[in-house]
């Protein structure tokens, strides 16, 4: 018997759908905890992911607003394109697949937007460390206490530096042992020259020894990879800059064929196999991008 016949003859198209749904459920039964699993990490994993990052940067969010908005920039997104597409252009297979598209966008983007300010902040936070070392050491040298030669720190410097030591200090008000309190300080900002200053703090104020001495040189180090970075970035600038026109190339064209022969690009839109195409040159154009940024993305 031709297979053909017997699902869309006998069964019809809504046995075939209850096959392929009594399918997918068997599926998700049997691994229903690695499939959960996988879904609150994509809802309140990830939420809650966000909340952690801001929450790092000293950025008050309330859990059910970002929620919310979580919710808009996907689905609320989504759902927006996909009619004002099948408005003007009354195609709706493409309306559908930029309404996914924007979906899934929305839904992805806010992690690695927060990651990317996360970085900054950072790195902002390192070249700002050469400064608080320096003052740390001075009033050291002057016969200030550590918590002191902080208090300098957390009112000449800007934030996010300021932010980070007035933490300490808040900290140390309320009972914590200042070692302590600088270690919280690595978990905030897990960079590696953090980690060998708050070592050197833990491990000096058992042993004893000249901390001023030791800020200097960590001062020094952090100087030399900072200048080092700016080295690598000014080498590899012409490397993402061709990266970025690169990636948007094939969108550029697109609209260009669009604008000026939108006949043939309508059609390629409302064929089925036209939009397979250009669902996978977007996946590969993607896949592309992402190799390009971590190939110049060199880590010192």
Request: aromatic letters at 12%.
């Amino acid at each position: 018997m031709n297979l053909d016949f017997f699902f869309f003859n006998i069964l019809g198209k809504g046995g075939v759908l209850g096959v392929i749904g009594i399918i997918t459920f068997i599926a998700t039964y049997k691994h229903s905890v690695p499939v959960f699993d996988w879904i609150e990490h994509q809802t309140i994993g990830n939420r809650d992911y966000l909340l952690k990052k801001l929450d790092l940067m000293f950025i008050k969010v309330d859990s059910m607003k970002l929620t919310y908005g979580l919710w808009f920039c996907s689905f609320g997104l989504g759902i927006i394109i996909f009619g004002v597409i099948a408005t003007l252009l009354g195609n709706f297979y493409v309306a559908i697949l930029l309404g996914m598209l924007v979906s899934f966008i929305g839904w992805k983007l806010p992690k690695p937007l927060v990651n990317f300010f996360y970085e900054k902040r950072l790195k902002k936070f390192q070249i700002q460390m050469v400064d608080a070392l320096n003052l740390l050491s001075g009033g050291l040298r002057a016969g200030l206490s550590l918590q002191q030669a902080s208090g300098l720190v957390t009112s000449e410097l800007p934030n996010p530096v300021s932010e980070e030591f007035n933490l300490i200090l808040q900290q140390n008000r309320l009972g914590i042992p200042i070692d302590e309190c600088f270690k919280n300080l690595y978990d905030r900002v897990p960079t590696e020259d953090n980690q060998m200053f708050v070592t050197c703090i833990s491990i000096l104020r058992e042993t004893g020894g000249n901390l001023a001495e030791i800020f200097d040189t960590i001062a020094a180090t952090i100087r030399e990879r900072v200048r080092l970075s700016q080295k690598i970035n000014t080498a590899t600038a012409q490397g993402r800059t061709q990266g970025i026109i690169i990636f948007f190339m094939p969108f550029a064209m697109f609209f260009v064929n669009w604008a000026n022969n939108p006949e043939s690009t309508n059609s390629m839109l409302t064929n089925p196999k036209g939009l397979i195409l250009i669902s996978i040159a977007l996946l590969m154009t993607l896949v592309g991008g992402y190799l390009m940024y971590r190939i110049v993305k060199i880590k010192v």
